[in-house]
């Protein structure tokens, strides 16, 4: 049997020339060695199908709200702005929740994160179907936010299960829950509203989050965090049970850490590339400071630049991305007074076909992702995908007939549907474990911001007869995310993941034993 076993490249001659020293001890493995010998198996598949539940019941809560927004205008008598607000809130909660939960997560616990997220998301999203007045159903869809800000917590958890050399294209295969759910939310308004209406939408919604609970119990927790945390005899039961149920043996030797590993490499050759130092050049311990200063740590010199560049680029992902989907409800809303006569709809509802054709866009967008995001990398899969949207967004600039602005609207959510997917893949990537989950939930945090404007622009300007405005909007905003793309220091494609925070990550090779 053959077995495949992930170094990076200066770890095979610094493992190599360090065995010697390590003769005594054994040999030793990493998480990232584990991984790559147990390959990715029916066990990760378990793992996907419970992420990416927690994905689906995520997208369904936004998706909705492209429905329950004019649904609710026209059952309670709402102006644009109180409608505005329906969506606004979401976004406000998710500002919170992403960054409080990214921090949960990373000093309890992935398993402790989600499990708390979901709860509050199920919970609150049933009784807002419930609602019995406007102020309850805006404090309660705010705490629906909040649950869904712990989104980024599964998908870090999920990708720490995944070997190096597959995570980009699962990744993307976990990115396609989201797509089902949007698309079976579509199918499920197109259903339902019509015929139960609005609180029945939302009680079918909260269904997926029950789910997680459900299967709570038996979720393991991130090996990787275990790691971190030293809590290594946990991990190593962990990737046993990853083994047995993949039908692959694990390493021969003891299970370490990553940082371990670090040090022994820095003791036996002298190099400091993979340990952070304070200001007054001391070194950060293990366990210590970081942990008691993640948010600080986004901020280190190694981390700042990156930090802030995907901050623009999740402020315009979500910008545009909801807006489009807003977008899509009001340019197809026949009661839209500011469209010329003779490009008006026929029928003066929403329509649900146009919004459900434009959803299957996403799949479009993932199939371009998985195509592009080893082969180009994620830097340039993503710019190119940004401006491109930019192009097909350029004609919506002024009123088009139904058919050419859904169109329109197709394509350009193919594009933003690939950054979208590709900005989740390549944010969990830069950052090492002890901060990834703090890390890629403040940027969604800040994405989230993004997510509380867009209404204004898709619901407010389209109202007031400002589509031009809107559009040009729209324009500067994914332009700018395409450049802060090409100005991220480095590209992550087939590179490890680190534990520390290191200026590049080091490159995956793969040495082939007998």
């Not at 809130?89 to 921090?103: D, I, Q, R």
């Not at 390493?251 to 990553?258: F, I, K, M």
């Amino acid at each position: 049997m053959r077995k495949n076993f992930s170094f990076t490249s200066t770890q095979i001659q610094k493992r190599g020339s360090s065995s010697k020293l390590m003769g005594d001890e054994g040999q030793r493995y990493s998480v990232d060695d584990a991984l790559a010998a147990v390959g990715f198996g029916k066990f990760q598949i378990l793992v996907l199908a419970y992420a990416g539940m927690g994905w689906i019941s995520e997208a369904m809560e936004m998706m909705l709200l492209s429905f329950v927004g004019p649904a609710l205008q026209s059952a309670w008598d709402l102006s644009s702005h109180q409608e505005s607000m329906i969506t606004s809130v979401v976004f406000a909660g998710m500002l919170v929740g992403a960054y409080s939960w990214g921090v949960v997560s990373d000093k309890h616990g992935r398993r402790n994160g989600f499990l708390i997220t979901a709860t509050v998301t199920c919970v609150a999203g049933l009784l807002s179907s419930l609602a019995p007045n406007y102020i309850c159903l805006i404090i309660l869809r705010c705490l629906v936010g909040i649950g869904l800000g712990g989104g980024p917590v599964l998908s870090s958890w999920f990708l720490e299960f995944i070997p190096a050399p597959s995570r980009g294209t699962w990744m993307v295969v976990f990115s396609a829950f989201w797509t089902v759910g949007t698309i079976f939310e579509a199918s499920v308004a197109w259903f339902v509203m019509p015929t139960l209406g609005w609180r029945w939408l939302l009680a079918f919604s909260s269904l997926p989050s029950s789910l997680l609970l459900i299967f709570y119990r038996v979720v393991p927790e991130s090996p990787r965090y275990l790691c971190l945390k030293g809590r290594i005899t946990e991990a190593r039961i962990i990737l046993e049970k990853v083994a047995k149920v993949n039908g692959q043996p694990l390493p021969e030797g003891v299970l370490v850490s990553d940082h371990e590993i670090q040090l022994n490499e820095k003791s036996t050759e002298a190099e400091e590339a993979h340990l952070l130092s304070s200001p007054n050049g001391e070194t950060v311990e293990h366990g210590t400071k970081q942990n008691g200063s993640t948010m600080a740590m986004l901020f280190s010199p190694e981390l700042i630049k990156p930090t802030l560049l995907l901050w623009v680029v999740f402020f315009g992902n979500a910008f545009s991305y909801y807006g489009l989907v807003l977008l899509t409800t009001e340019l197809h809303n026949g009661r839209n007074s500011c469209v010329p006569a003779h490009l008006q709809p026929k029928h003066q509802e929403l329509s649900y076909r146009d919004i459900f054709i434009t959803s299957f866009a996403e799949f479009p967008g993932l199939l371009i992702s998985a195509f592009t995001i080893d082969k180009l990398g994620r830097k340039l899969s993503m710019s190119i995908m940004f401006f491109l949207c930019c192009l097909f967004l350029l004609p919506l600039v002024s009123h088009q007939p139904q058919t050419v602005t859904t169109a329109l609207l197709f394509l350009a959510r193919i594009c933003i549907t690939t950054t979208f997917t590709v900005v989740y893949i390549y944010a969990p990537e830069i950052y090492p474990t002890s901060v990834r989950t703090t890390g890629v939930g403040v940027g969604s945090s800040v994405g989230r911001i993004g997510g509380m404007i867009c209404p204004l622009v898709a619901v407010g300007l389209i109202h007031g007869c400002h589509q031009t405005a809107a559009i040009l909007l729209f324009e500067f905003v994914i332009f700018s995310s395409g450049v802060c793309v090409l100005l991220f220091p480095f590209e992550t494609s087939g590179r490890d993941l680190t534990d520390h925070a290191t200026s590049v990550p080091e490159k995956v090779s793969t040495i082939t034993t007998a």
